[in-house]
């Protein structure tokens, strides 16, 4: 995705650097997102996604962002929140279910 519409998400106030790596967490935050971006990876166009009903609240929904760098590639699943919603939605990813994609 272009990079033009990353000022609009105000990614860049967080002033944290937040790294993430698969062998250490299973998921992450918006912030270890925001620190990737940060770093060169660019988002590709298509986003998994996996929702997680809890019972007397609300559900959870897990975004599998597949990122590149060059000729780096990296799955980042991030627990989904306001900042990431906005996220998904502005930049228009086509959502695929989990089920529906390779992992």
Not at 30 to 37: Q, S, V
Request: with cysteine.
């Amino acid at each position: 995705m272009e990079g033009n519409y990353l000022s609009n998400l105000h990614y860049a106030y967080q002033d944290m650097i937040r790294h993430w790596h698969a062998e250490s967490e299973r998921y992450t935050g918006g912030d270890a997102l925001c620190t990737a971006l940060d770093e060169g990876w660019q988002i590709e166009d298509v986003v998994g996604y996996e929702e997680y009903e809890h019972i007397g609240a609300r559900g959870t929904c897990v975004y599998y962002f597949e990122l590149k760098r060059g000729d780096e590639q990296m799955t980042m699943p991030v627990i989904g929140n306001p900042y990431v919603g906005r996220l998904v939605s502005i930049m228009a990813f086509k959502l695929v279910p989990v089920t529906a994609r390779a992992r």
